[in-house]
């Protein structure tokens, strides 16, 4: 509404990006904007594929990383912030991911007992 843009930006320049989502994005963001149960909404929808929303999700419970889309579960920074919300959740990530030593470095610095979701080949490495 071009009144209310203008109130907003009486003496200062206003930069507006807008986005379009889908009904099933939107409905997933509002949910973890209002501390809504995900998991039953996570089940069914489509944006378990959208980087951006599993981001919000997993910021509020790692172990939501469970429904996310497999590319997801591979991708490092949905991993690492899900572990950092939730240790456990390193469990859900990718086996590449739970193979990949400098990532799992990453994530046992942050969270010790998260070597145990590991790989065995990592679990048993010493310098680790």
């Not at 490092?76 to 572990?83: L, P």
């Not at 390193?90 to 990453?106: C, D, K, P, W």
């Not at 969270?111 to 790989?119: I, K, P």
């Amino acid at each position: 509404d071009r009144i209310q843009l203008d109130s907003l930006c009486v003496d200062a320049e206003l930069s507006l990006t807008l986005v379009r989502r889908s009904l099933d994005q939107a409905k997933l963001l509002e949910a973890v904007a209002s501390g809504e149960k995900l998991s039953a909404l996570l089940e069914v929808s489509e944006a378990r594929s959208d980087k951006e929303v599993m981001m919000a999700v997993v910021q509020k419970d790692g172990l939501l990383l469970r429904f996310a889309h497999d590319s997801l579960k591979a991708d490092e920074d949905v991993v690492f912030e899900a572990v950092r919300q939730n240790r456990v959740a390193m469990r859900f990530a990718a086996e590449s991911l739970r193979a990949e030593m400098t990532f799992v470095a990453r994530v046992v610095r942050q969270h010790g007992q998260a070597l145990q979701f590991a790989s065995e080949q990592l679990r048993r490495d010493t310098g680790l």
